[in-house]
């Protein structure tokens, strides 16, 4: 997409690369969604979440839809950089990167999801660290937030491993029920703290001329 340089925007680390999600990316990805590669046991998303509808094929529809309705909304109160997470040229999942009133609080939040067969590697971990140094190191965020479900115990681990602290607690609904959420907080300062030196920022710029980030 050359005329568009957001999705030309990449985060490499020594074991995977964030990739602009293309269309081509998506497609590519969206046989990983098909499979039902993105379940999981507890269920991690809230409602409403295309990964719930049971039809493989509805449900891939719904996923890019909310893809391509999102990744067109770029406004001062809210905006949403999506990539495709590969490993040795594979898809594998998803990461995304949101800014919250982001130009008035420097905020940035994160959603990501990994092919069930990929998990247990380190993988998590490693995407969360990548988008972080995106975040802080390559657009000058002040803090970054997330939240995971009590009992969704991966993520949960990836944000203590990070260093943000707890930040109290939250209810959302998954598959209608109500289910309490650990919300979590890293500052730019506590991130410098753990600052890795392997993880590559390319085509940055594009943010800089294309999101509204002061």
Known sequence: ???????????????????????????????????????????????????????????????????????????????RLYFVVMVDDRP????????????????????????????GRGLGHEMRAAILHLAFDGLGAKEATSDAFVDNHGSNAISKGLGYSPNGFDWATRHGEPALLNRWRLTKDDWEGRRRNDIQLHNVEACHALLPLS
């Open 1 to 79: 997409m050359k005329n568009y340089p957001l999705l030309r925007v990449r985060v490499s680390t020594p074991t995977l690369e964030l990739r602009g999600a293309t269309d081509e990316l998506l497609d590519q990805l969206a046989e990983v969604v098909h499979a039902g590669m993105t379940h999981a046991n507890p269920a991690p998303y809230d409602d409403p979440m295309s990964f719930y509808e049971t039809d493989p094929d509805l449900r891939v529809a719904k996923w890019l839809r909310a893809i391509w309705r999102r990744r067109g909304q770029v406004e001062p109160d809210a905006w």
């Open 92 to 119: 594998v999942g998803e990461q995304t990167l949101s800014g919250v009133d982001f130009s008035t609080f420097g905020t940035v939040t994160t959603f990501s999801w990994l092919s069930a067969d990929e998990r």
